[in-house]
């Protein structure tokens, strides 16, 4: 069974940084490619970032030179570095695993960027 435990968010001041992170078990990490999602309160959900089990990624424009999003095979994680962070940032982060079978989200978790 596939699971995600995300961990990382939090308050932090505009220009602050967090690191988010997805850990992944019950499947073979290394072939999965994985998205980050967020949704602001009254905004549609965002594609902010993927990474291919290549570890080529991709960036919204919102978050690009800002955001970065890595991943240890090793360990079965992505990693998600977020600097500079601005106020309009303030959202639910979610980590996405894509498999042939379907996407497995995780619970998400809060960052909140407010001085």
């Known amino acids: 069974q596939v699971h995600l435990v995300e961990s990382g968010g939090g308050l932090v001041q505009p220009g602050g940084s967090l690191r988010l992170s997805c850990r992944v078990s019950?499947?073979?990490?290394?072939?999965?490619?994985a998205n980050w999602y967020r949704q602001a309160p009254g905004k549609q959900r965002e594609l902010v970032a993927t990474i291919g089990s290549d570890s080529v990624t991709n960036y919204a424009d919102s978050v690009k030179g800002r955001f970065t999003i890595s991943r240890d095979n090793v360990w079965n994680t992505v990693f998600r570095q977020m600097n500079s962070l601005k106020p309009e940032d303030t959202a639910v982060y979610y980590c996405?695993?894509?498999?042939?079978?379907?996407?497995?989200w995780g619970r998400g978790t809060q960052v909140t960027v407010s001085s």
């Open positions: 996405i695993l894509v498999t042939w079978r379907r996407d497995f």
């Open positions: 019950g499947t073979n990490f290394r072939l999965n490619a």
